[in-house]
T-cell receptor, first 111, second 113 residues
Framework: SQQGEEDPQALSIQEGENATMNCSYKTSINNLQWYRQNSGRGLVHLIL?????REKHSGRLRVTLDTSKKSSSLLITASRAADTASYFC???????????FGTGTRLTVIP | EPEVTQTPSHQVTQMGQEVILRCVPI?????FYWYRQILGQKVEFLVSFYNNEISEKSEIFDDQFSVERPDGSNFTLKIRSTKLEDSAMYFCASTLGDNQPQHFGDGTRLSIL
């Protein structure tokens, strides 16, 4: 299976704290993308990191990629209650352009 | 900011009936996709479409499914004879090209009775 797996499955933190979510995958990839999904809603694209990149930032988001370990992490700094959602990693395998999604991390930020 | 739009937001259909889900991808995007998410499960790839033909499809995308780009803006998914297990959220996505972000619509919740 090429699908990513997120860890932890659920995370509960206080507002203002940082949240770290991890993703592992199994095959070589073109890129890895992180998405956010509010309950019952669509998938919002957060950030894409290519296989030749090691770290990317976007606002309060920081993503790292370690292709030797086939893993990625998403860090949300200074979390807010509005960050409460499920976060998914999705990998685009080498030679393909479709995405394989992980199981997601359910983040709850307590005000 | 341009976005992918999907209609309807919720579709209720009797088992055995045909259903068509509609999507308008972002206008300058070249690759189009359908994914589905059964309640409580992972998002699963169904099919990708480029240059007016299917480029990849998963095992889920059997003969009951078809896709079409009938004009310059719409992208549709048809399920010919729906089954109970087709109940899911169906997402359309589009991207500009290789190694680019895929942008998703808000989805169509399909309920088969």
């Amino acid at each position: 299976s090429q699908q990513g797996e997120e860890d932890p499955q659920a995370l509960s933190i206080q507002e203002g704290e940082n949240a770290t979510m991890n993703c592992s995958y199994k095959t070589s990839i073109n890129n890895l993308q992180w998405y956010r999904q509010n309950s019952g809603r669509g998938l919002v694209h957060l950030i894409l990191i290519r296989s030749n990149e090691r770290e990317k930032h976007s606002g309060r988001l920081r993503v790292t990629l370690d292709t030797s370990k086939k893993s990625s992490s998403l860090l949300i700094t200074a979390s807010r209650a509005a960050d409460t959602a499920s976060y998914f990693c999705a990998t685009e395998p080498t030679g393909a352009n479709n995405l394989f999604f992980g199981t997601g991390t359910r983040l709850t930020v307590i005000p | 900011e341009p976005e992918v739009t999907q209609t309807p937001s919720h579709q209720v259909t009797q088992m055995g009936q045909e259903v068509i889900l509609r999507c308008v991808p972002i206008s300058n995007h070249l690759y189009f996709y359908w994914y589905r998410q059964i309640l409580g499960q992972k998002v699963e790839f169904l099919v990708s479409f480029y240059n007016n033909e299917i480029s990849e499809k998963s095992e889920i995308f059997d003969d009951q499914f078809s896709v079409e780009r009938p004009d310059g803006s719409n992208f549709t998914l048809k399920i010919r004879s729906t089954k109970l297990e087709d109940s899911a959220m169906y997402f359309c996505a589009s991207t500009l090209g290789d190694n680019q972000p895929q942008h998703f619509g808000d989805g169509t919740r399909l309920s088969i009775l």
